[in-house]
């Protein structure tokens, strides 16, 4: 049961592993996997927007296992739920237990990244910017580096800093994965406020190539900014393409 749930989360199937996750932490509770299942349900619940329950399994899997990676993963599971339901000082109190107790972590680099985005939500930009910066500094290799570039670029971009934003989203989308995708939308969006549109809808035309969930967010803003440039034959042909979509 266990490793058809695993399956299933490689396909990225979460309500089915979560089934297969649930039965068998019921039927075998006492099992030395349990605990793994315990988190591993948790990360189907999230994927499913259950928070509350899912900040339940993280709790028994913290209280319960004396795996280390595994509490770790735990620890992190729940700054991650704490940020996502807005309760920041929650997140930063979970953030300052794991580094008391687990000071060499090499998962480090994800607490990290979640402070920058917790000062982020407060609008504390400097603080963010610091904490986003330990981990580019530090752990550079590590997809919590992309992810923190991502977010500054973002900070960036929300400040009207457009040149620092543009540098670190070039520098992600190079790549052909989601965070590259999200990106380019930015660079794509960068342009459009320097009045370079046809720069703009040239990204569009290549994210909506790709035909997955980041391709309808470039479809629906390729046929917005063909309306407001008054191209209207060629949005209409774009909205109904979303429509179908």
């Known amino acids: 049961i266990y490793y058809i749930g695993t399956s299933y989360m490689l396909e990225e199937k979460f309500n089915r592993a979560g ?17 793994r299942a315990c988190y591993l349900y948790s990360k189907c619940l999230i994927a499913s927007k259950d928070y509350q329950d899912a900040l339940s399994y993280l709790n028994e899997v913290i209280g319960s296992t004396d795996d280390k990676e595994l509490k770790e993963l735990a620890c992190i599971g729940r700054i991650q739920l704490y940020y996502q ?8 109190e979970e953030a300052r237990r794991f ?7 090499k998962m480090a680099a994800f607490v990290y990244l979640y402070m920058g985005k917790i000062f982020q939500a ?10 986003y910066q330990i981990v580019i500094d530090n752990y550079n290799s590590t997809d919590a580096a992309r992810e923190a570039r991502f977010s500054l670029g973002v900070l960036y971009f929300s400040n009207n800093d457009l040149g620092k934003a543009r540098r670190y989203f070039s520098g992600l989308a190079k790549s052909n994965d989601a965070l590259s995708k999200e990106a380019q939308l930015y660079i794509a969006e960068i342009f459009v406020n320097e009045n370079k549109e046809e720069k703009a809808l040239a990204i569009y035309r290549n ?21 407001d440039m008054k191209k209207y034959k ?12």
């Open 85 to 92: 339901l807005y309760y920041f000082n929650k997140a930063r």
């Open 122 to 131: 407060q609008s504390d930009y400097s603080k963010a910017e610091h904490f």
């Open 99 to 105: 580094f008391r107790l687990f000071p060499e972590s």
């Open 19 to 35: 089934i297969e996750f649930s039965r068998f932490i019921r039927n075998y509770p006492h099992h030395a996997l349990a605990s």
């Open 234 to 245: 060629e949005a209409e042909v774009a909205f109904k393409e979303l429509i179908k979509e």
């Open 207 to 227: 994210i909506i190539k790709s035909n997955d969930q980041i391709s309808k967010h470039a479809l629906f803003r390729y046929a917005s900014l063909l309306k």
